[in-house]
């Protein structure tokens, strides 16, 4: 193998070229750059307290196009994306040691706990073979760092007194040029197969014709969806009112599934509207996307701020709620069997399609709780398994719950 300097980026849920600072870091820190991303075994076992299966079959394909595309945008920059089965820390120690020449591992930093624990066991791993780590942060739309709160902790628990100090205290950062070529992969390295369903222990889905979600995961297929819905439809001018619907197509954005891999940037989208606003119109609508990104900027903050108190039974406010364990009832929800035709006709389309509109996830999380009096958790772990965008989780626990537990604004 060659001796020369190599920087490893382990890729997470940022699988995109575009406004990616890790590989405008390693460009200008290495020689050659190793584009590393695992299929983790924990993520395709069950879930934190009912055992459900944790990655559905909507979610995975999803990912493995997204990988996909990944690998052959990388491959048109003289690089190439290296695949490998395993568990994130103990592949990069192997590979460490299988090249000889790592001067630096650099990943995005994550929210969630067990995203946490990745990174630790990689700090460790890396502390032990003398590489140094290298971290951004690159998953919201305003930096943590440009955020008008001195400490994580003084995070408002309202949206809307967060909303307020950030748009009048902060600014959106440029987003980043997309590089023509990057350094290549070590001499001699095997980029390695991307592995098939069937090899994660999971079946391909059918698809639904119906679906209001008929897309297909990566960062091509992301930033295709922006110039259709903003540049070739003009359907980002009615997105307020339109946002709410149900099954349409053009209804919203549909940002989110891409948003979760980070196969879009949230800050490419807000230069995009601003550039929209400028050249075609700004209204309301144009305005309410940047809105919800900066709601899921929020979920991302809270996740930070209250760590695994979000994931836990009595919530962000510590309420204790005799939640019922009824499996007929829970069944019953989950297979759009309850009798009430809205809740019903949204389960239906999540167990056939992974995609459920804003609007119906709030009424059916809702149902759950508030009127079958179930374990808000049991949900949420549901939507973890089926939702095509659930690898935002924190985004779905926030929402149930806020209503379960009717934080107010």
């Known amino acids: ?5 190599t920087v490893i980026c382990l890729l997470r849920n940022d699988l995109r070229l575009h406004d990616n600072e890790l590989f405008h870091w390693a460009q200008r820190n290495a020689e050659h750059i190793v584009p590393l991303y695992c299929f983790d075994p924990r993520h395709y076992v069950g879930t934190y307290n009912f055992n459900l299966p944790k990655t559905g079959p909507f979610r995975l394909r999803f990912l493995l196009e997204s990988v996909r595309d990944l690998r052959n945008t990388l491959l048109n920059t003289g690089s190439n994306l290296v695949v490998r089965k395993g568990k994130p820390e103990e592949v ?3 590979l ?3 090249l000889g020449s790592v001067s630096s591992v650099a990943f995005h930093e994550e929210v969630a706990s067990e995203e946490l624990n990745v990174e630790k066991k990689v700090k460790e791993v890396c502390a032990q073979l003398k590489v140094k780590v290298h971290t951004c942060w690159g998953s919201t739309l305003y930096h943590m760092e440009d955020l008008p709160f001195h400490q994580i902790s003084r995070l408002p628990d309202v949206y809307t007194e967060f909303r ?4 009048s205290q902060s600014r959106v950062r440029p987003v980043l040029p997309t590089p023509e070529r990057l350094n290549p992969l070590p001499p001699g390295l095997d980029e390695g197969a991307i592995p098939t369903a069937e090899d994660l222990q999971q079946t391909e889905p059918v698809s639904d014709p119906r679906s209001a979600f008929p897309c297909t995961g990566g960062e091509s297929s992301a930033l295709a969806r922006l110039k259709h819905y903003f540049w070739d439809t003009d359907a980002v001018a009615t997105y307020k009112e339109t946002r709410n619907g149900l099954i349409g197509v053009d209804y919203s954005t549909k940002f989110s599934p891409w948003l979760a891999l980070g196969c879009i940037s949230p800050r490419y989208i807000y230069h995009q509207i601003k550039t929209y606003e400028r050249e075609r119109t700004a209204n309301q609508s144009t305005y309410w996307v940047i809105f919800e990104l900066l709601w899921r900027d929020y979920f991302k903050f809270v996740g930070i701020k209250y760590g695994n108190k979000m994931f836990q039974v009595k919530g962000l ?3 204790s709620v005799p939640w ?26 999540l167990a056939l ?6 609007r119906g996830r709030q009424n059916v999380a809702s149902f759950l709780t508030k009127d079958l009096g179930l374990d808000w958790r049991q949900g949420a772990e549901w ?5 095509v965008r659930c690898v935002d989780i924190q985004c779905i626990i926030y929402q149930f719950n806020h209503k379960t537990f009717c934080r107010s604004e």
Not at 1 to 5: E, K, T
Not at 353 to 358: I, K, L, R
């Open 1 to 5: 193998m060659s001796a020369s300097r």
């Open 92 to 94: 990069v120690a192997d």
């Open 96 to 98: 460490i040691k299988q």
């Open 164 to 167: 307020k100090a950030v748009e």
């Open 317 to 319: 406010q510590g309420k």
């Open 324 to 349: 019922k364990m009824d499996m007929k009832l829970f069944d019953a929800w989950k297979e759009g069997r309850t009798g009430v035709p809205f809740v019903d006709a949204n389960m239906r389309e």
């Open 353 to 358: 399609t992974g995609f459920m509109s804003n």
């Open 383 to 387: 939507f973890e398994y089926l939702l």
